[in-house]
């Protein structure tokens, strides 16, 4: 309470004395517009002859979004300054905090000297000066040190893991940099660069121009390469990062990535460019080789909002040639092939429509691109009415389609299906579903050879309409029991499935092109159409049946198994061949599911061919992360007697990854796959990374085993290295 009083008191008095001798000098009151400064202290002195104020004890100086505090404080109001001394602080209106032995401010805390100074910044960055000025809202200090590492524990004098030791170094708060002058940077306490001028951005700046860290790799096939990103930002709605690639064996690839954002929406260009050989083998096995041709790749995307319901967007992806991007190491996430897509789309309750164009690029050597569709265009409508009474529901779904190709089949196709549901959950628990629909389809269709999936058939083909009604009844049932034990929960549910539908409509003039990427399983087990497309239809009746099993902790984890067959009782049907069966019966599909908590998941999931016994699929994942451990292992085995839409025959591979952290710095990771049918590896690697809180180096190296008319075996090394507030740009607009 006395504390209290007193500042009270002292904050009145300094108030009080300040005005009226400020009054008194300028004959009138304080400037307008210009903030007052607040004065807090344990004990005030005032010397009015010498228009001097001395605070000490506790002392705070606060004025706009700046304080000052420290243990005393001597304020002369005819030199407008402010002396401070002991444990002095600085809060500035950016969050800065500046700690000194002494420090001379003037009245608005905007200019000041000070000595041996310490800097605390809004990152926890840090930085010292043998002395320090601020002239407005420019800070110079000389004889600095800078470095954003935090001080090691056990031993605070230790030199941090880098750091930058500057003559001077300025510091401007309105164009938000830091200068420094006849600089070094030192790792680990070692001087190792030397630059005389060197600018960065204050740790105010999220997005700012300038050299990104370079990247350095070694190739058998490219050689050395050095990759010196820059980053430009142009406005704040868009940016461009430039980073070419300088390489020993072949000429520089010139990359970049540009970022828009727009009013309603956003889109960004990935390509490069350069000049190499592509080597290329026609059919007869005669390898030419064309010589300094202009290679690249480009992808592409964005997406506009229209208005609350409709929106637009493009996704395109294209390369020069099929190993342009392996080649050069671009990212790819594509798979067999590139694909290209603009669309627009709107939704409105339960109504959703969309109109879309396609475009592909085979990756294959096998892959002719005169004989690859290009859809446009794709046009589809989904509505889902509101349940009526008993809960009963409409849907109605309707499309358009145009495939074209250079050379090879043309299909047009016109779809409409009215579907009626009723869903029904019995007193007793068990839940049941009964749909009723009818499909009309029509197609045009150019060189088409009857029962074939070849898109350029060679022997003699038809054009001409064919049409289909394909009406479908279906029923499904499940029944969950529950029991319930201490810490878990149990649930067992026979489910039970049937469709009744006609016998025909997979006629042979219509082409097969969006279903050929078939494979029962468990996903599609009980689904009225198991195939992913529309040009072939699940006819004939038959039943599902199958059960899944689960169990649910408390705590979160969860494990299940589902296992479940389909029987057909017509035999021409488009599914008995892609199931793979040689019988009515199908084969058996199943997963199993463990995950009792987040550091285990384990996924297994199988096609069973019952009669004679073998399996035709499987898959295995498992993935365990517990302490310093994250490791994963992918197995797959496909039986080449599925007729799954692959050409590949029989595969079976593996491929695993694990990453150990030995301690807070250090880590190591590995990394394999190899085809177990052909025993081959066909790539591993491995690396090792040291990191704190400031700083990051990576070494790491692979060895492939792919090869092409263009890409040979190669091992690579990366090393990569990253300082914090250096070099980083890859923040969202």
């Not at 029962?451 to 289909?468: D, K, M, V, W």
């Amino acid at each position: 309470m006395r504390q209290r009083w007193l500042r009270g008191c002292v904050l009145a008095v300094a108030l009080t004395l300040a005005s009226q001798s400020l009054a008194q000098q300028n004959g009138a009151n304080l400037t307008p517009g210009k903030t007052p400064v607040l004065i807090t202290a344990d004990q005030l002195t005032y010397d009015r002859d010498l228009g001097v104020i001395v605070a000490s004890g506790h002392v705070e100086v606060s004025q706009d979004n700046r304080v000052l505090k420290a243990d005393t404080l001597t304020y002369n109001e005819r030199q407008k300054t402010v002396s401070a001394s002991g444990n002095v602080a600085l809060v500035d209106e950016t969050g800065t905090v500046a700690f000194a032995d002494y420090m001379q401010v003037t009245d608005d805390l905007k200019n000041a000297i000070i000595q041996n100074i310490r800097l605390l910044m809004t990152d926890k960055s840090r930085m010292a000066a043998a002395t320090g000025r601020r002239n407005g809202p420019v800070d110079e200090l000389d004889r600095a040190v800078y470095s954003p590492c935090l001080p090691c524990v056990s031993d605070p004098m230790r030199p941090p893991a880098w750091q930058l030791t500057a003559a001077r170094a300025v510091h401007d708060n309105i164009a938000h940099t830091i200068v420094y002058h006849d600089a070094w940077m030192d790792i680990f306490g070692l001087p190792v660069f030397y630059t005389p001028y060197f600018s960065t951005p204050d740790p105010t700046v999220k997005r700012k121009s300038g050299f990104l860290m370079p990247r350095m790799a070694t190739s058998d096939q490219l050689g050395f390469q050095v990759q010196i990103p820059y980053y430009w930002v142009i406005n704040p709605e868009s940016d461009l990062t430039i980073d070419p690639i300088f390489l020993t064996r072949g000429y520089p690839v010139f990359s970049g990535h540009y970022r828009q954002r727009v009013e309603d929406g956003k889109f960004e260009i990935n390509g490069s460019v350069t000049a190499g050989d592509i080597v290329t083998t026609d059919s007869n096995g005669v390898t030419t080789t064309a010589h300094d041709q202009l290679r690249g790749h480009v992808f592409a995307k964005g997406q506009f909002d229209l208005d609350d319901n409709w929106r637009a967007g493009f996704d395109l992806n294209r390369e020069s040639d099929i190993d342009y991007i392996r080649l050069y190491g671009f990212p790819n996430n594509f798979g067999r092939s590139l694909d290209s897509t603009v669309y627009v789309e709107g939704f409105d309750g339960r109504n959703y429509a969309s109109a879309r164009a396609y475009s592909f690029q085979g990756l294959r050597t096998t892959d002719v691109q005169n004989q690859t569709p290009i859809v446009a265009p794709l046009i589809n409508y989904n509505l889902v009415s509101e349940p009526g009474p008993g809960g009963a529901y409409w849907t109605f779904d309707a499309g358009l389609m145009s495939l074209n190709r250079i050379d090879g089949t043309d299909s047009q196709r016109i779809s409409a299906k009215l579907g009626w549901v009723l869903p029904y959950t019995a007193p007793a628990g068990d839940i049941y579903k009964l749909g009723l629909s009818v499909r009309a389809d029509g197609y045009f269709v150019n060189d088409v050879l009857p029962g074939s999936n070849n898109p350029s058939p060679t022997g003699p083909t038809e054009n001409g309409f064919a049409g289909r009604i394909f009406p479908q009844l279906t029923f499904d049932w499940r029944y969950p029991f529950v029991r319930r034990s201490p810490g878990i929960s149990q649930v067992f549910e026979p489910i039970f499935s049937a469709s009744i539908a006609t016998n025909g409509g997979n006629n042979s003039l219509i082409p097969n092109e969006d279903s050929l990427d078939f494979q029962f399983d468990e996903t599609n087990l009980f689904s009225a159409d198991r195939f992913t497309g529309l040009d072939l239809v699940d006819n004939g009746q038959r039943i599902n049946y199958g059960f899944k099993y689960s169990i649910y902790g408390d705590g979160g984890g969860h494990s299940s198994l589902l296992l479940g067959q389909s029987y057909q009782f017509n035999t021409d049907n488009a599914f008995v061949a892609g199931a793979g069966q040689n019988t009515q019966l199908s084969n058996i599909v199943g997963a199993l599911d463990i995950s009792p908590s987040s550091a285990l998941d384990l996924l297994y999931r199988f096609q069973i061919q019952a009669a004679p016994f073998s399996f035709l699929r499987q898959e295995f994942g498992l993935h365990v992360n517990v302490g310093p451990v994250d490791a994963g292992i992918d197995y797959a085995f496909l039986n080449g007697s599925i007729n799954d839409g692959s050409t590949l025959g029989t595969q079976q591979e593996f491929n695993a990854f694990a990453r150990f952290k030995i301690n807070d710095n250090w880590s190591v990771q590995i990394d394999g796959r190899r085809d177990l049918e052909s025993g081959t590896t066909l790539q591993y690697g491995g690396g090792v990374t040291w990191q704190n809180d400031c700083m990051s180096l990576s070494l790491l190296g692979s060895r492939s085993n792919y090869s092409t008319d263009q890409i040979e075996p190669d091992t690579r090394f990366l090393f990569l290295i990253s300082l914090k507030n250096v070099g980083v740009s890859n923040l969202p607009l």
